[in-house]
């Protein structure tokens, strides 16, 4: 496999691997049956020794199920690993209930994550979004303050807007924003993504295929019981059009020689020196597709393509990211 180049966290944060890891997958989150956990463990300590170290977790996926299942795959090599955590989002039998961002809320999460993950310090903690009900000062003050204590190393953000963002990084440095980004969902670059360069603040892209619409596997139309079918752009004519779009990304791919995934993962590492895709996985067999994207070039005629082809606007209908 090809050696993972660094990314820094942050202005002074720490060089961790240009691609993350996605651990989302290994758990059950919407209430679905829970996948091959010796798998999954073996994936994450491979990706360990292929070079990714970035692992992206959240204390609600599957319950806690995934911060234990990463403890289990890091037991021992502690040092290998930055663990990135999420927190705040509620959910009850499987559905998403709410938010609940209050300090003596945070203050309890930390220490589950911590005991589930079975380390002393968690590198990068994170509000899964923010809650309108709760001040930012008290959101990211909190945080500092598990810095403070040694229980937290660096603040991260996730799903905000520019303002939001500026406001928390005044309170603290903000390390990392983890937002959806890839090239049929560009809303992010009109303020949000400038914003972040100019403070100095890496982006932890995820959803680099847009719920698979980017893999050139779909086919219209989807199946009835396809999750996907609750999203605007994957139904009727929008998914018909937006697949003609995606026919372009597939024509590179050929000529490539690489996949539709591949290229779209690509696509976002070439955004700027401080995004990471971050990529979902769930079985050994993905690592090699997805580590070999990373070594993907552009010519200046491809890239204006892609581009075109998918300006902003280009995608037709919305789906969880577009709220």
């Given at each position: ?16 691997s240009?691609?993350?890891l996605?651990?989302?997958r ?12 010796t798998?999954?463990?073996a994936?994450i ?68 994550s ?57 309170i603290?440095?903000?390390?990392a ?33 847009a ?10 139309p ?33 000529l ?18 401080n ?23 552009f ?19 919305g ?5």
């Amino acid at each position: 496999m090809s050696e993972i180049t660094k990314i820094q966290l942050g202005k002074n944060g720490p060089m961790v691997s240009k691609l993350g890891l996605g651990c989302m997958r290994m758990s059950s989150i919407w209430g679905g049956p829970t996948p091959d956990e010796t798998e999954s463990i073996a994936t994450i300590q491979q990706a360990l020794d292929s070079g990714i170290n970035f692992l992206n977790t959240g204390d609600f996926y599957g319950a806690g199920h995934n911060e234990m299942l990463i403890g289990k795959a890091i037991k021992g090599r502690r040092n290998d690993a930055f663990i990135s955590v999420k927190f705040g989002a509620i959910f009850h039998n499987g559905h998403w209930i709410g938010l609940d961002l209050h300090p003596i809320a945070i203050k309890n999460f930390v220490n589950y994550s911590l005991t589930r993950l079975g380390i002393d310090t968690i590198d990068l903690y994170q509000p899964s979004r923010m809650d309108g009900s709760v001040p930012i000062e008290d959101i990211i003050g909190t945080i500092a303050g598990l810095v403070e204590e040694g229980k937290v190393r660096h603040i991260g953000v996730s799903e905000i807007t520019a303002d939001q963002l500026r406001k928390a990084n005044s309170i603290y440095p903000i390390s990392a924003l983890e937002i959806g980004y890839s090239l049929a969902d560009r809303q992010i670059e009109s303020d949000l993504l400038p914003a972040a360069k100019e403070l100095g603040i890496s982006v932890v892209a995820f959803a680099n295929t847009a719920e698979g619409l980017l893999t050139g596997n779909l086919q219209a139309p989807i199946p009835i019981d396809d999750h996907r079918n609750h999203f605007s752009r994957f139904q009727g004519d929008n998914l018909v059009h937006n697949l003609e779009k995606v026919g372009v990304l597939k024509e590179i791919a050929h000529l490539k020689n690489v996949t539709p995934t591949q290229l779209a993962i690509a696509w976002v590492k070439e955004q700027g020196d401080n995004i990471m895709p971050l990529v979902s996985m769930s079985r050994r067999s993905r690592l090699p597709e997805n580590i070999a994207a990373m070594e993907i070039v552009f010519t200046p005629q491809e890239m204006n393509i892609l581009n075109s082809t998918f300006a902003m606007g280009a995608i037709k209908g919305g789906t969880y990211l577009q709220r």
